[in-house]
């Protein structure tokens, strides 16, 4: 019998609720946390991965030795392999800081599968009024380009919320796909914030995209800066 298993006696299902509770008990000292992190690990289990996953929803005082514990966890995890790729989908469901397991994931399936599944995520998210977990995966998206991108995040320039809709549009302009042309064109005709009908302008701009065939119905809605010449935006310098 270990050390740990003296420590902490009784059924498997006991300790692993023991150390789960530890592992994210902040006021326990980090190694007793890192021991019981080991242990979780060790065991292997969906309950255990999930267990071990529940410390990256907390945030340590000390910022520098949060992220070091954070990053230890992150080892153990990415050692178990496939076999923490379910739990972190799982935690990342239920979620806003999946900073860790998303990374986790792509290490595992790579960029493809972690597009789709972020795709997945973004369209479970409908409440208008907690716009923050929409916010983190538009900004992971921004970093990739694939097909699926463009049409998957056309309804959220609707979105409640203009930070989201100044992110959905930030996402289009890194795709630079033609199907969303025609939706951004709309959306300028709807939206009362001239920064993201600059924004909209700039994206036609860089992706040389002109308004033809509403030159007529986009003109009162250019936004200041901007200039529409034929039927190009330009800047009004």
Known sequence: ?????????????????????????????????????????????????????????????????DTKEKERIFLLLERLGPKAVQPS?????????????????????GQEKT??????????????????????ILSHLQRHTHEKIGPA???????????????TIEVMAIQQDPQTREPLLEQMTKEASNRLRHRIATVFTDAEWNVSPHEDKIREYIPVGFLLEGDQFVLDE
Not at 92 to 108: E, H, S
Not at 153 to 167: G, K, S, Y
């Open 1 to 65: 019998m270990g050390f740990f298993d003296f420590l902490f006696g009784g059924s498997q299902e006991s300790q692993l609720k023991r150390h789960a509770k530890r592992v994210t008990n902040l006021n326990t000292q980090v190694d007793d946390r890192e021991a019981s992190a080991q242990w979780l690990a060790d065991e292997g289990s969906p309950q255990a991965i999930f267990a071990m996953l529940k410390r990256f929803g907390l945030n340590y005082e000390h910022r520098m030795k």
């Open 89 to 109: 989908k799982d935690w990342m469901r239920k979620n806003v800081q999946f900073a860790y397991p998303l990374r986790l994931i792509t290490q595992v399936e």
């Open 115 to 136: 597009i789709l599944f972020l795709l997945e995520l973004l369209a479970l998210e409908n409440d208008d009024f907690s716009p923050q977990k929409k916010l983190q």
């Open 153 to 167: 995040v056309i309804p959220l320039l609707a979105d409640f919320n203009e930070d989201v809709r100044f992110a």
